[in-house]
Nanobody, 116 residues
Framework: QVQLVESGGGLVQAGGSLRLSCAAS????????IAWYRQVPGKQREWVAY???????NYADSVKGRFTISRDKAKNTIYLQMNSLKPEDTAVYYC??????????WGQGTQVTVSS
């Protein structure tokens, strides 16, 4: 079992920055990769960024160049640094941990609101 707790969301003006955190606990040794997703009410959850155990990262085109995913292995924490925020980045942001054997775990989400 893996538990994930997101934090760091809030209200920010367009052009501002926020850093989200995803703290993992439990069987963290089994995690192969962690991704950030976001969801707006009434729309499908959208993949945002990804980092795997080897440190490889990937980003959705909509956030490339503005968002950075990183990790602190000692703290079992994944970060999403979000710069140059736009109103369309407003969503609930979730982290998702993926296991090699196929398991998948989600956090409870953290709200990000970007005002224009």
């Amino acid at each position: 079992q893996v538990q994930l707790v997101e934090s760091g969301g809030g209200l920010v003006q367009a052009g501002g920055s926020l850093r989200l955190s995803c703290a993992a606990s439990g069987s963290t040794f089994s995690i192969n990769a962690i991704a950030w997703y976001r969801q707006v009410p009434g729309k499908q959850r959208e993949w945002v960024a990804y980092i795997n155990s080897g440190g490889t990262t990937n980003y959705a085109d909509s956030v490339k160049g503005r968002f950075t995913i990183s990790r602190d292995k000692a703290k079992n924490t994944i970060y999403l640094q979000m710069n140059s925020l736009k109103p369309e980045d407003t969503a609930v942001y979730y982290c998702n941990a993926m296991q090699l054997k196929g398991g998948s775990y989600w956090g409870q989400g953290t709200q990000v609101t970007v005002s224009s």
